[in-house]
């Protein structure tokens, strides 16, 4: 079954700073690969997402992630951080295992971004 | 454009008593539906997915069920809660072509067991 692993529960970066979210997946076939950002209390909004193609995706606030399949990893980032960025970030594979429905997702990171 | 509606917002309910959660699609057909449940720094565990009208495949052996009487309303029951039962709901829904889609979230449902 595929996996993610997100490292780093808790990121806090400076406002305008660089940020990097890290997701590092187990797949053994060719992974669809997902960001999602949650604000407190709310439900999961796409950031964006890796099927097939172009290895550099962008998304939604001005965030990207890349796909390397060399080092099993699909981390987000965003040029610079703006403090309405602040909220938890999950990172997410598509299961194919008999079931097929699931999206297995990481334990979240939540990032904190100062002033 | 889709939306996705759960209600209600937030709940408090005393341990044994029953649950009934409602989640509806709107401005799409025959989606595949999802319950999730979020668990402070457990990320998300699906306990529910629906694949048509009656379909249900349960994911996680609970007290929890699930029931899909339309095509895109989704239900989740329990008939007496535990305090285990306690967390963040959220209801999804993907396309029904192909597996391996992106999910659109509701808003979440959060309930509180005492």
């Known amino acids: 079954a595929q996996s993610v692993t997100q490292l780093g529960s808790h990121v806090s970066v400076s406002e305008g700073a660089l940020v990097l979210l890290r997701c590092n997946y187990s797949s053994s076939v060719p992974p669809y690969l997902f960001w999602y950002v949650q604000y407190p209390n709310q439900g999961l909004q796409l950031l964006l997402k890796?099927?097939?193609?172009?290895?550099l995706v962008k998304g939604i606030n001005g965030f990207e992630a890349e796909f390397k399949k060399s080092e099993t990893s699909f981390h987000l980032t965003k040029p610079s951080a703006h403090m309405s960025d602040a909220a938890e970030y999950f990172c997410a594979v598509s299961d194919v295992s008999n079931s097929g429905y699931a999206l297995n997702f990481g334990k979240g990171t939540s990032l904190l971004v100062t002033p | 454009s889709q939306t996705i509606h759960q209600w209600p917002a937030t709940l408090v309910q005393p341990v044994g008593s029953p649950l009934s959660l409602e989640c509806t699609v709107e401005g799409t057909s025959n989606p595949n539906l999802y319950w999730y449940r979020q668990a402070a720094g457990r990320g998300l565990q699906l306990l529910f997915y629906s694949v048509g009208i009656g379909q249900i495949s349960s994911e996680v052996p609970q007290n929890l069920s699930a029931s899909r009487p339309q095509d895109r309303q989704f239900i989740l029951s329990s008939k007496k809660l535990l305090l285990s039962d306690s967390g963040f709901y959220l209801c999804?829904?993907?396309?029904?072509?192909?597996?391996?889609?992106?999910?659109?979230f509701g808003p979440g449902t959060r309930l509180t067991v005492l």
């Open positions: 890796y099927t097939t193609g172009a290895t």
């Open positions: 999804a829904w993907s396309v029904r072509e192909g597996k391996r889609h992106e999910q659109f």
